[in-house]
């Protein structure tokens, strides 16, 4: 179906400090199906954001305004794709400190990201470590009160499955990030507050999203 306006938002968080970083094209693919299902999407590169080191006590507005940003997207984001490089068989550091900063959603009405579904994307060098690090990731958003979307995208020997500019080439491992896109936002809609979207119901859309992935 079409979307008349655009529903869910959609944040994803990606990419390692490394220039043309496949954690980041990864999200950018899953995102632009995520979009085309009728999302408003929005992708922090983690290089670009530049965040400092997670500080405890450090208020939110002595980061400047980009963490606030940041924050405030996540706060708004009824779905997240998570996306990072597996370093030492686990997330990158990159990464960890990035979902640190949700302790400034700690005393939200929606603490942490409670009520998000959660797509999880890993990259890796070897075949293996993808895969360890998405397990690890399942544990930090449930954790943080997310839900796991049902479908992982792990991408092992990442250097010949994208491109110089970081975008992917594999068309199989593409075809998942696609599905990924599509698949956190069809969940949203049946987690997420009913924000009037298209021409059904929210019984209907929740319905719907239950069957999802099953
Ligand atoms: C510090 C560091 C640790 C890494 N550890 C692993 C690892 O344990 N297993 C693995 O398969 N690849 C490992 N890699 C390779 C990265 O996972 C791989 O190159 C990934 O695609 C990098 O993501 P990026 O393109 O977003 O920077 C490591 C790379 C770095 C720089």
């Known amino acids: 179906m079409v979307f008349e306006k655009r529903c869910s938002r959609v944040v994803g968080i990606g990419g390692t400090l490394r220039r043309s970083s ?4 990864a999200p950018r693919r899953a995102l632009s199906a995520a979009e085309e299902a009728g999302a408003e ?3 922090f590169d983690l290089r670009e954001l530049g965040l ?4 405890p006590g ?6 400047g305004p980009e963490v606030r940003q940041f924050i405030e997207a996540l706060r708004e984001a009824d779905a997240l794709i998570l996306s990072t490089a ?3 068989g686990t997330l990158a550091g990159v990464t960890k400190n990035a979902l640190d900063f949700t302790q400034f959603l700690a005393r939200d009405e929606r603490p942490y990201l409670a009520g998000r579904v959660v797509g999880l994307i890993s990259t890796s060098g070897g075949e293996r470590a993808a895969a360890n690090t998405t397990d ?12 796991v979307a049902p479908q992982i995208v792990t991408i092992g020997g990442a ?25 956190v936002v069809e969940m949203a809609e ?9 021409d059904r119901g929210s019984g209907d859309r929740r319905a719907e999203a239950v069957g999802v992935g099953v």
């Not at 690890?136 to 943080?144: E, F, G, I, T």
């Not at 049946?190 to 298209?198: E, K, M, Q, Y």
């Open 22 to 25: 496949s954690s980041l094209g």
């Open 52 to 55: 400092p080191m997670y500080e």
């Open 41 to 43: 999407v929005e992708l």
């Open 159 to 183: 250097r010949k499955r994208f491109d110089d500019e970081g975008n992917i080439t594999d068309e199989g491992s593409g075809r998942r990030l696609d599905s990924l896109g599509r698949l």
């Open 136 to 147: 690890a990731m399942v544990h930090v958003v449930h954790a943080l009160r997310g839900v």
């Open 58 to 63: 450090r208020a939110l507005d002595d980061y």
């Open 86 to 88: 597996a370093y030492h």
């Open 190 to 198: 049946g987690l997420g507050p009913d924000r009037g979207c298209g």
